[in-house]
């Protein structure tokens, strides 16, 4: 569909937005219900990568045939695609970023530890001797 | 492990129902003599880094994944994985 014919409207001005927070949306809807089934698209969003640049494309191309009296609003609504993007891409690269660790040395014995469980009883980490034992590091605060 | 309270946890355990006991380290004794500390990490309050650390039978460390984003986490196959490659992880008791 082409905007720069007379009476065509701009659809890919329109849908370059509409893609990218359909893209955005769909990454929240799939990790808080299908997370732990997806881990792929939790971890990379790589589907949701292409539909926001298939709508960063759409954008693209809605501001180049944008007519004169479209114009303005063509770049609005690309405004609008490249701010979701970003947003988006803050979210997943920026908030969780963590500064760097050292972290436990392999090959070394464990720092010992006794900690209280839920339950009240102390937990060792000789309680763990045979072994495998995951520790498992939260950030907390839930 | 993590900095909150066993009541805390408790009630997170429950809401959650986890089969693993969690462990508080409000004063994050532990999480330092681990080298996960986590400065500011939390609203200003210093918290522990998302990682998981494999222990052997023989209390050693054999692999950590401390990653530099805390949405990225070790999935149950990856730690899987390292488990069978490590074939010596479970110390037999002497008969």
């Known amino acids: ?50 539909v926001i640049a298939a709508g960063l494309a759409l954008s693209a191309v809605g501001v180049r045939r944008a007519r004169v009296r479209g ?19 803050w979210i997943l690269y920026v908030l969780p970023a963590l500064p760097p660790a050292a972290g436990p040395t392999v090959g070394a014995p464990a720092p010992d530890f006794a900690l209280s469980a839920p339950d009240g009883r102390t937990v060792r980490l000789a309680d763990f001797r045979g072994g495998p034992l995951l520790l498992v590091f939260y950030r907390g605060h839930w | 492990m993590v900095v909150d309270s066993a009541e805390i946890n408790a009630t997170v355990t429950r809401d959650l129902g986890l089969t693993y006991p969690i462990l508080a380290d409000p004063a994050l004794a532990t999480i330092d003599a681990y080298g996960l500390r986590h400065p500011g990490g939390h609203d200003g309050n210093d918290i522990a880094r998302s990682a998981s650390v494999l222990i052997d039978g023989e209390g050693v460390v054999r692999w950590s994944a401390v990653g530099d984003n805390f949405r990225l986490r070790p999935r149950p196959a990856t730690i899987l994985a390292v488990v069978d490659a490590l074939p010596d992880v479970v110390r037999r008791p002497p008969r």
């Open chain 1, 1 to 50: 569909m082409r905007g720069d014919e007379a009476g065509g409207r701009n659809w890919a001005a329109v849908l370059g937005p509409v893609l990218c927070a359909a893209g955005v949306a769909g990454y929240f809807v799939v990790v808080f219900r299908l997370g732990a089934a997806l881990p792929g698209v939790r971890d990379w969003a790589f589907p949701n990568w292409i």
């Open chain 1, 71 to 89: 114009r303005i609003l063509a770049r609005v609504l690309a405004t609008i695609s490249v701010a979701v993007t970003a947003g988006f891409a």
